[in-house]
């Protein structure tokens, strides 16, 4: 979480330009591998193609180099950038050849990373052995005992159920989920959650619980100062009243996060 009295990190377009004024400074060597990967993964969202064409550069400099964990990283940043692109045959098989080479060196947290990573894969394609690489995902992220992954991976365990409409083993893994971020204080996490378990009470058509909870994440949202999330949950309980057919409040919700959504783009 962040500390009050700190600049809030940079995200984004921001964190773009940042790195790429770095990346002439840089010598042929790890670091710059690091940064290379560090571009191709914060591209994803915005334009992977670009995310693909860095992370081939740092593969082709990390192979130079003979640096495997830096091969792997960029193989996964690569798949990752497909994925966006909801390209899954070639997501997927820059996952596999990640998780390959993160095998071959015994990098415990990146093969926990990627096997959740090509779960997501096997649940964009409704194939149901999704679930057995999030557990095993969850298995190693206990093993080496990483409080947040696991936090993570349990969240994702949490939408394969609610993805397959069963929202008591959906609810059990989001609670399970935000007692965890609570304990380990990762407020952005326990605001993601607390919207996630809105979101069951809402397709359980429990109205007064769903707007329990997004009322919650909202108040953590503005807390946080996080405007993107502030929009969605605002759109989400807009959505509440518009089931209950209450359509100005509906409307009222609605404009405003329209309104947010503009601001933050």
Do not use: C
Not at 83 to 102: I, T, V
Not at 157 to 185: N, P, T
Not at 199 to 224: H, I, T
Not at 236 to 246: E, H, L, S, T
């Amino acid at each position: 979480a962040q500390k009050q009295g700190q600049a809030p990190p940079l995200a984004g377009q921001a964190l773009i330009d940042s790195l790429l004024k770095e990346l002439p400074k840089q010598k042929e060597d790890t670091n710059k591998v690091n940064l290379l990967n560090g571009l191709s993964f914060t591209y994803n969202s915005i334009n992977p193609d670009e995310g693909i064409k860095y992370g081939q550069q740092a593969t082709t400099l990390a192979i130079k180099l003979d640096w495997k964990k830096g091969i792997a990283d960029a193989l996964n940043r690569i798949g990752v950038n497909y994925h966006y692109k909801s390209d899954y045959p070639k997501a997927l098989e820059y996952y596999q050849k990640a998780l390959k080479m993160r095998e071959e060196i015994g990098d415990k947290k990146g093969i926990a990373s990627t096997t959740r990573n090509i779960g997501l894969i096997y649940q964009r394609q409704s194939d149901p052995k999704a679930l057995d690489y999030f557990l095993n995902a969850l298995k190693i992220f206990e093993e080496i005992k990483d409080k947040n992954e696991i936090s993570n991976v349990t969240v994702t365990i949490g939408g394969f159920y609610y993805y397959h409409s069963d929202y008591s083993k959906a609810l059990e893994y989001y609670q399970k989920a935000l007692k965890m971020d609570e304990e380990i204080e990762d407020k952005k996490g326990v605001s993601g959650v607390t919207g996630l378990i809105g979101n069951v009470y809402l397709f359980q058509s429990d109205y007064p619980k769903a707007l329990e909870y997004y009322f919650r994440e909202l108040k953590m949202d503005e807390e946080l100062g996080d405007k993107s999330g502030i929009a969605g949950v605002t759109g989400n309980i807009g959505g509440v009243y518009f089931k209950q057919r209450d359509y100005s409040k509906a409307l009222e919700y609605y404009q405003k996060a329209l309104k947010m959504h503009e601001e933050v783009g």
